[in-house]
Structure formats: structure tokens, C-alpha cells
């Protein structure tokens, strides 16, 4: 039966309603989460403030039990949804790029946005930031990246079958070392707070 | 402890997000983003200042010229304007809504600022070239066990610790 709006279940009008709706579920958990403030989101990478890691792998764990039993019980579809492709060599180069982009600026694109709605300064001039980059990448784009974009095509890869073994059993580990780096940075955290009061 | 720095549980906001991620692949098929949103914004507004440049535009023309134009996705701008609505409704009731730069106490406001938007140019730049953001292509890549999802995660969390160290000063 799912996805609804791809099978044709339900319209237009409805699937755009859904979206925002949605939207207004994620917004409001990124920000009650504390995602509006940079210093939590950056403490990830200093070792004070790990609730990016626990809120990203809860919610990454969450979303991939239910999709997998539902599409194993057969409620959904998982070749009628969003499926990103694997194009390895643009993701790392990409990523790596993301990743001076959030330890300079301190966010990423999502919690820019919510931070941004909430009156914080600094993520409004990281939102025309990256619009700024966006503009930038889009006029480049033929001459700089398009070849590199394009490079190290494989497909839709489902990581569980590229490794060699079942979904379950992959999700079930993926759980398992999710459950060891909660517990290991909450004792990071703890002495790291403990030797100095970081004021969030 | 005032009310602006009480935080959800973690683990229930993950949690949480995580359903409302599966009801994104249930009711629509897509996956939450944000970067796309972006993209779509940029895309739109070229499309109306130079509409003969876009058309042609390796970048541009599978947007906008018909008839093999990708349509543009609709469904994220929705989305994310739900996002502004769900985070100002959440800030309003744990009183977080205001005018503020956040920063550590040791950085000026103009090293912040200039911070966050030479951060935000490069993600912007990243997001494209990786195909989306960690929302869209890290999170919701993750949600279906696409490969690019981790090879995602790896890049942006394995490379911020990596390069931590080199940018400490701005943060502790």
C-alpha cells in the first residue's frame, strides 16, 4: 500500500499538507532537542555536548527499523521511495567539504534554518551562507564540479547488501554500536564538563 | 535552571524524529532535508532574473527547460516551512525566541558572524556536490541503508574530527 502519494492513494493537495505537517514535527523536535544553539551542536566535536550524536543516531535507528519492517511485512514499497544514489567519490569530497563547513559555521542547512526562524543571528548569516554557496556551486558548476559530481557511479547501493549480509542483521549491529557510543559519550562528557563548566 | 536551557530528552527527540521521518517515507516517499530547499530557492529565482541563462546552464537545465525538466521538488519547500513554523512554535513555549548571536564567551560577535557565514558558504558548496545535507542525504540515506548515506556520515562527522583541532579556539 505505501508510499501513498507515489501509489497514487493519495493527492496532490493532501501530500504537500503531510509535508508541512511533518515539517512542523521535525522543526519542533530539532529545536526543543536545543539544535537552535551552535555551541550544543558543535560541542559533538570537543566532547562537551553530545546530543547531536544521540539525537542523530536515535532517529537514524528509529527510521530504519520501521522502514525495513514495514517494507518486509509488505505495508510499503521501497522501490517507490526516495532512494539516494551512491556516487562515493562527490560524498566524500562533498562531505568533507560539510564538514569545515559545520566547524567553522557551526550548523548544518536544518538547524541553520530553525535557528535562524528562532531570531539567532549568526545561523541567518549562515543561511545566506550557504545560499551565497549555492549560487556559487551553480554558476561553477560546468567548469569545477560536473565531472567531479559525476564521478564514482554505483547506483542505489543498499550498504547491508554491498557488505554482504542481511538488513536485520546489519541494523541490529548498527544498534548495538550505537548503544556502546551512548554509553561512551556520556562518560566523555561527564569528565570533560567536569573539569570546566562550559556555561551553555 | 531558567527555562530557556531545559532541552528534551535526546533520545525521545531522536526517537521522535525518527517517526516523523517514517511517516515522510510512508505518506510521500521522500526523506526529510533541508539543503534542497535551498537549492529549489536558488533555482526559482534565477529562473525568473535570467530565465534564457537557466534554460541553457548545465546547472539550471534539467529544472527549468522543458520538456525533460526534473520537476522541482515541491514537497521540500513545504516541508521546510513546516520546519520554521515547528521550531518558532518550540522556542516559543521553552522561551528561546529572541535576537541573539550565540557564541562562546571568548569570541567576539564579528568573529562569529564571519564564522558562520564562510561555514555556511562551504556547506552550501559541500551539500551540492555530495547530493545533499545531513538531513537529506545523511540522515534520510541512513533511514533506507543507502551507502551514501554512511559514506556521508563518515565524510562530514569522521572529517569534523579530523580537522577539530585546527578550529578549536572558535569553540572551547
Redesign the interface.
Known amino acids: 500500500m ?5 501509489t497514487n492513494i ?1 493527492g496532490e493537495e493532501l ?20 539544535f ?5 551542536l ?5 566532547g ?1 555536548d553530545f ?1 547531536v550524536l ?11 527499523i ?3 519492517l ?1 517494507s518486509y511485512y509488505g ?2 514499497d ?1 522501490k ?9 567519490i ?21 538547524t ?4 535562524a ?7 541567518i ?15 561553477t ?2 567548469s569545477l ?2 565531472n ?2 559525476q564521478s564514482g557511479a ?1 547506483g ?5 547488501e ?1 557488505i554482504g549480509i542481511s ?1 536485520g542483521l ?2 541490529f549491529l548498527l544498534t548495538v554500536v550505537a548503544a556502546i557510543a ?1 554509553y561512551v559519550v556520556t562518560i566523555i562528557q561527564q569528565r570533560v564538563t567536569s573539569k570546566r563548566d ?3 | 535552571m531558567d527555562r530557556s536551557k531545559k532541552y528534551m530528552n535526546p533520545y525521545l527527540a531522536g526517537f521522535l524524529i525518527g517517526l516523523f521521518m517514517i511517516a515522510a517515507y510512508f505518506f510521500s516517499g521522500e526523506g526529510l532535508g533541508a539543503s534542497g530547499a535551498l537549492k529549489t530557492t536558488v533555482v526559482a529565482a534565477t529562473d525568473v532574473v535570467a530565465h534564457d541563462y537557466a534554460k541553457e546552464a548545465e546547472f539550471f537545465k534539467r529544472y527549468v527547460s522543458s520538456p525533460d525538466s526534473v520537476p522541482i521538488k515541491t514537497w521540500l519547500i513545504f516541508e521546510v516551512l513546516g520546519v520554521i513554523a515547528g521550531a518558532i512554535l518550540s522556542a516559543a513555549i521553552f522561551g528561546r525566541l529572541g535576537s541573539e548571536i550565540v557564541k562562546p564567551p571568548h569570541i567576539t560577535n564579528k568573529t562569529r558572524l564571519i564564522a558562520a557565514a564562510s561555514g555556511g558558504l562551504l556547506f552550501g558548496i559541500g551539500s551540492q556536490l555530495g547530493r545533499g545535507c545531513t538531513s537529506g542525504m545523511v540522515m534520510s540515506g541512513m533511514s533506507v541503508l543507502s551507502l551514501s548515506g554512511f559514506i556521508g556520515l563518515i565524510a562530514i562527522f569522521g572529517g569534523g574530527y579530523l580537522i577539530a583541532y585546527f578550529f578549536r579556539k572558535l569553540w572551547i
Not at chain 1, 501530500?15 to 536545543?34: M, S
Not at chain 1, 537552535?36 to 550544543?40: I, L, S, V
Not at chain 1, 542505489?156 to 547491508?160: D, K, L, P, S, Y
Open positions: 505505501g508510499p501513498l502519494f507515489p493519495i501530500n504537500l499538507l503531510l509535508a508541512f505537517f511533518i515539517g512542523i514535527g521535525f522543526g519542533f523536535l530539532l529545536e526543543a532537542a536545543g537552535t544553539n551552535t555551541r550544543k558543535a560541542g559533538v566535536f570537543y562537551y546530543v544521540k539525537v542523530f543516531f536515535s532517529a537514524a535507528i528509529t527510521a530504519a520501521g522502514i525495513y514495514l505495508y510499503m521501497i517507490e521511495i526516495f532512494y539516494p544514489q551512491t556516487y562515493w562527490p560524498t566524500l569530497v562533498g562531505g568533507f567539504i560539510m564538514a569545515f563547513g559545520f566547524i567553522i559555521g557551526g550548523f548544518c542547512p536544518g541553520s534554518i530553525c535557528a526562524a528562532t531570531g539567532k543571528l549568526d545561523a548569516v549562515f543561511v545566506g551562507g550557504a545560499i551565497i554557496g549555492i549560487f556559487f556551486y551553480a554558476f558548476y560546468e564540479w560536473m567531479l559530481r554505483m542505489e547501493v543498499n550498504i547491508a554491498w538488513q546489519f541494523i551512548f562550559f556555561k551553555l
